[in-house]
């Protein structure tokens, strides 16, 4: 149940629960698009976070200002910050976070973002150029299609 008490976030079939050594991501706040783990569980709303590899201090958190992520570090309650670092560090949860396609879309966000007007009028260009190429590469198609001659019909012979 999609309502039931601590489940956040579909994915995949699939309910990421608030737990220990989840991997969250801020949604919005000052640290909105950073990672963080939750470390301690404080409440049925908030949580006790820490980023040692994203610049997140520990604080706590309202769920409802967190995405939760499909991973899941394996820690005890209340890391230190130190030992949680060589714990990210170890399961290089970084270079896991970017190989997702969620931090793809964000990344691409971003990029659009930053595009200058000249940018996006190159974009716009070479966008025409490729549908142009897609565009005549259909029309010779189409035209070999025309020409080639039609299947002939399968006749099919009734059993008598």
Same mark, same amino acid.
Request: glycine share 6%.
């Given at each position: 149940? =999609?309502?039931a008490?601590?489940?956040?976030n ?7 629960? /608030?737990?220990?050594g989840?991997?969250?991501?801020f949604?919005y706040?000052?640290d ?8 301690? /569980?404080?409440? !049925? ?5 820490d980023? =040692?590899?994203?610049?997140v201090k520990?604080k706590?958190? %309202?769920?409802? +200002?967190?995405?939760?992520? !499909? ?10 910050t130190?030992?949680? #670092?060589?714990? *990210?560090n170890?399961?290089s949860?970084?270079?896991? *976070?970017?190989?997702? +396609? ?6 691409n966000? +971003? #990029?659009?973002k930053?595009?200058s007007?000249f940018d996006?009028?190159? #974009?716009?260009?070479?966008?025409q150029?490729? %549908?142009r ?13 025309k020409k080639? =001659?039609?299947?002939p019909?399968?006749v099919?012979?009734?059993k008598s």
């Open positions: 149940d =999609p309502r008490p601590g489940c956040r579909r994915h995949e079939g699939q309910f990421h629960f /608030v737990e220990i989840r991997v969250a991501l949604a706040g000052p909105k698009g950073k990672l963080c783990v939750i470390v301690d /569980v404080i409440d !049925q709303n908030r949580a006790l976070v980023g =040692p590899a994203t610049g520990r706590q958190v %309202n769920y409802k +200002s967190l995405h939760l992520t !499909q991973f899941k570090l394996n820690i005890g309650r209340a890391m230190r130190g030992n949680l #670092l060589k714990v *990210w170890k399961e949860m970084q270079s896991k *976070w970017d190989a997702t +396609s969620w931090a793809k879309k964000i990344a966000k +971003s #990029l659009r930053s595009l007007d996006r009028f190159k #974009l716009m260009k070479a966008k150029a490729r %549908n190429l897609i565009a005549i590469e259909c029309g010779k198609l189409k035209k070999q299609a080639a =001659p039609a299947k019909l399968r099919r012979k009734r």
